[in-house]
């Protein structure tokens, strides 16, 4: 079976230096029925514009996504964050979206809202996130590991991680792709770098404050498996996508409040590791679309995980629920690290579900 093209072998498309009469191009982007997929279709519009209010609500067949049924298939978006569009160019834009019933209600699957009810009632102290995406690349087919032998597997963990030349890191151009396209959309990408089994990567987003953690992660996620696209590559956000001894993927959130960057703020950092002790349950359950199913598969309390089944903390401990980092225990303030969400989590029931906890907003 020969790999699919479009036609263009590689080369840049001609008719996207045409002019657009002054009108741009608006993508809306959603999350779609499974929690973790991303859908988007493009809207015209008559001008160019940077704030999100001039932005109209649109829809989409939910039949199609599973968010609807048939005969009441209608779903609403409603635009919630612009970020440049850096595969369109010029004026052109990428819409994240929250959707909406038909009664113009926060849809079941929708998220967000919460989110950003909580994140307004909490906004005082001043929440900080910083989140590590780990993904795996796969051939045009999305089964067989990007540049893995055809036949067998590679060798084992240990020169891939941070590593360089063909024969320890495959992909590289796809993640230098993605980290530019970031930048000039107005994602805070703070890093990149190659992970411990081969084809697999990482990158961080942030600090963001509040809200804005989710937008910009679910955004840099449909920039990645755009620019995937452009390589007939397939991004794999699956926690543990090779079974045996190779490393899962994980989505490691960063929180700091207000109180934890100020001097002595290790107590509070402590204090809310304490709080967080008493919700593991919970936690899992949001830490990967499907309650925790998927996460089973990770955290085995192998591969620099914790057991799914307990709650453990320390200081530089990557075996470890909860990591406080080497310099910030010296410090004596900074912030601290979740290891548990999954891959393929939601960053909105990530921030959510952390908040809810360490800030005790619920009885």
């Keep these: 079976m020969s790999e699919l093209m479009d036609g263009l ?39 160019p514009t940077t704030n999100v209010d001039d932005l109209p609500i649109w829809n989409y067949d939910g039949s199609s ?51 950003f009810e909580n994140m307004e009632k909490v906004a005082d102290q001043h929440p900080w996130f910083g989140i590590e995406q780990e993904y795996t690349m796969f051939d045009f087919t999305g089964r067989h590991p990007y540049g893995w032998p055809k036949n067998g597997y590679p060798g084992p963990q240990g020169p891939y991680y941070c590593g360089v030349g063909s024969d320890r890191v495959k992909g590289r151009k796809i993640v230098e792709a993605h980290y530019r396209c970031c930048m000039y959309a107005g994602i ?8 411990v089994m081969p084809s697999q ?12 953690m989710g937008d910009h992660l679910w955004v840099s996620r449909w920039i990645l498996c755009r620019v995937a696209e452009e390589f007939n590559v397939v991004i794999s956000f699956d926690p543990k996508p090779i079974p045996g001894d190779w490393n899962g993927a994980g989505c490691h959130t960063n929180i700091s409040t207000q109180t934890m960057r100020e001097a002595g703020g290790l107590e509070s950092i402590y204090q809310a590791i304490e709080l967080m002790s008493k919700k593991h349950k919970e936690h899992i359950e949001s830490y990967d679309p499907t309650g925790g199913a998927d996460n089973k598969r990770r955290l085995t309390g192998l ?21 406080i980092p080497r310099q910030v225990a010296a410090d004596g303030h900074g912030y601290f690290e979740d290891r548990r ?16 906890t360490i800030c005790s907003l619920e009885e």
């Excluded at 805070?188 to 992970?195: C, L, T």
């Excluded at 990567?201 to 804005?212: F, L, N």
């Excluded at 591969?303 to 990591?323: C, D, L, M, P, W």
């Excluded at 999954?342 to 952390?354: F, M």
């Design 303 to 323: 591969h620099e995980t914790a057991s799914i089944e307990k709650f453990n903390y320390g200081v530089a401990h990557r075996g470890a629920s909860i990591r």
């Design 9 to 47: 072998d590689g080369k840049k498309n001609p008719f996207m230096d045409l002019e657009q009469g002054g009108r741009c191009q608006a993508y809306y982007i959603w999350i779609d029925g499974t929690g973790q997929g991303l859908r988007g279709k493009t809207k015209t519009l008559d001008k």
């Design 65 to 115: 996504t599973g968010q609807a049924m048939g005969e009441n298939s209608d779903v609403y978006l409603k635009p919630v964050a612009i970020f440049k569009d850096p595969f369109r160019g010029g004026d052109n834009i990428l819409v994240m979206c929250e959707t909406l019933t038909h009664e113009l209600e926060p849809h079941p699957t929708n998220y967000r809202r919460e989110c």
């Design 201 to 212: 990567w990482e990158y961080q987003v942030g600090p963001c404050e509040g809200i804005t």
């Design 341 to 356: 969400p999954s891959s393929n989590a939601d960053p909105y029931s990530i921030t959510n579900r952390i908040i809810k």
């Design 188 to 195: 805070k990408i703070a890093g990149s770098n190659a992970e």
